[in-house]
Structures are given as structure tokens and as C-alpha cells.
């Protein structure tokens, strides 16, 4: 079992950066794959970007690619996403969500726990 946590949403202006934490609790944390996922009004959610358990493997949807980093640090079974150059349209709820096994990690349907989002608006 894992219980996920995000923090560090807020509002920011164009052009600002923002980051968000995502602390688990429980153990094995570095055997899961961790993806953050975003829900803007009115839209799908939408994958944002994922971390391999040991750090050593991300991928990104291409909109925040160059703008983006996710990080984990799993002695602290903290993941982290730094959002940098941000645009009114990244204003999102936030989700950071984990997975254990196989299965598409682009694919919400795959994974097992999630928390319980950050909202995160950019102001023009």
C-alpha cells in the first residue's frame, strides 16, 4: 500500500517556475514507477511526465519537454517535478500517481495509487 501527498502548487505568473513534491509513505517506494499527471477544467486528464523506480529512466509528454524535469529521491520517497518557463496553459490540477508491474506509464489506467492533486494556475 502507498499514500501519496503533492504539495508546492500555487499561482504563478507567465514565464515563472513552480515546483511540486509528491511524498509517499510505505514501503518499496523505489519499486514504483511515479508519473505526475495533470487535469486542466474542462479537459482529459493528461500525462505530464514519469520516473523509472530508480531515477534513472524519465520521459515527458512533448508540450513540457525542455521546460519540465522530474527527479526522485527515494531515500526520501519524495518525487519531484520542477516546472520552469510556465504558460497559462499548464494551469492544472496536478496529480503524482504510482505504479507497480507493467503497463503502459503514459496510461493512467495503469496505475494503482494516486494523490490527491495540487492545482497549479499560470496567469498571462
Request: net charge positive.
Given at each position: 500500500?502507498?499514500?501519496?501527498?503533492?504539495?508546492?502548487?500555487?499561482?504563478?505568473?507567465?514565464?515563472g517556475?513552480?515546483?511540486?513534491?509528491?511524498?509517499?509513505?510505505?514501503?518499496?517506494?523505489?519499486?514504483?514507477?511515479?508519473?505526475?499527471?495533470?487535469?486542466?477544467?474542462?479537459?482529459?486528464?493528461?500525462?505530464?511526465?514519469v520516473?523509472?523506480?530508480s531515477?534513472?529512466g524519465?520521459?515527458?509528454?512533448?508540450?513540457?519537454?525542455?521546460?519540465?524535469?522530474?527527479?526522485?529521491d527515494?531515500?526520501?520517497?519524495?518525487?519531484y517535478?520542477?516546472?520552469n518557463?510556465?504558460?497559462?496553459e499548464?494551469?492544472?490540477?496536478?496529480?503524482?500517481?504510482?505504479?507497480?508491474?507493467?503497463?503502459?506509464?503514459?496510461?493512467?489506467?495503469?496505475?494503482?495509487?494516486?494523490?490527491?492533486?495540487?492545482?497549479?494556475?499560470?496567469?498571462?
Amino acid at each position: 500500500q502507498v499514500q501519496l501527498r503533492e504539495s508546492g502548487g500555487g499561482l504563478v505568473q507567465a514565464g515563472g517556475s513552480l515546483g511540486l513534491s509528491c511524498a509517499a509513505s510505505g514501503r518499496a517506494f523505489s519499486t514504483y514507477v511515479t508519473g505526475w499527471f495533470r487535469r486542466a477544467p474542462g479537459k482529459e486528464r493528461e500525462f505530464v511526465a514519469v520516473i523509472s523506480g530508480s531515477g534513472g529512466g524519465t520521459y515527458y509528454v512533448d508540450s513540457v519537454k525542455g521546460r519540465f524535469t522530474i527527479s526522485r529521491d527515494n531515500a526520501k520517497n519524495t518525487v519531484y517535478l520542477q516546472m520552469n518557463s510556465l504558460k497559462p496553459e499548464d494551469t492544472a490540477v496536478y496529480y503524482c500517481a504510482a505504479k507497480y508491474g507493467v503497463g503502459r506509464p503514459t496510461d493512467a489506467g495503469n496505475y494503482d495509487y494516486w494523490g490527491q492533486g495540487t492545482q497549479v494556475t499560470v496567469s498571462s
